[in-house]
Nanobody, 128 residues
Framework: QVQLVESGGGLVQAGGSLRLSCAAS????????MGWFRQAPGKERDFVAR???????????DYADSGKGRFTISRDNAKNTVYLQMNSLKPEDTAVYYC??????????????????WGQGTQVTVSS
């Protein structure tokens, strides 16, 4: 069992930065791949980024305004924490951001149903 708690969201102006954190409980955190997703009002939950347990494989979503090239996912297994550094934020990035844990070791898994555990989400609002 893994419990996830996100933090670091807030209100920021366009062009600004935020760093989201996701703290995990459980001794097996380092064996999970971790992902970040986001969900804007009235829209589906979209994949943002994934990092494998070793951090040797990182994958970013590649749709329009996905954050690729602006967002960086990282993890610190000693602290049981995964991060999402978000730079050059745009109003289109406004959403609730969720972290998720996946037992599978594959490098690329981006479906909501691929992940086993979820946090409660943290709101990110980018003003224009």
């Amino acid at each position: 069992q893994v419990q996830l708690v996100e933090s670091g969201g807030g209100l920021v102006q366009a062009g600004g930065s935020l760093r989201l954190s996701c703290a995990a409980s459980g001794r097996t955190f380092s064996s999970y791949a971790m992902g970040w997703f986001r969900q804007a009002p009235g829209k589906e939950r979209d994949f943002v980024a994934r990092i494998t347990w070793s951090a040797l494989s990182i994958y970013y979503a590649d749709y329009a305004d996905s954050g690729k090239g602006r967002f960086t996912i990282s993890r610190d297994n000693a602290k049981n924490t995964v991060y999402l550094q978000m730079n050059s934020l745009k109003p289109e990035d406004t959403a609730v951001y969720y972290c998720a844990a996946d037992r599978a070791t594959a490098s690329v898994r981006r479906g909501v149903y691929d992940y086993d555990y979820w946090g409660q989400g943290t709101q990110v609002t980018v003003s224009s």
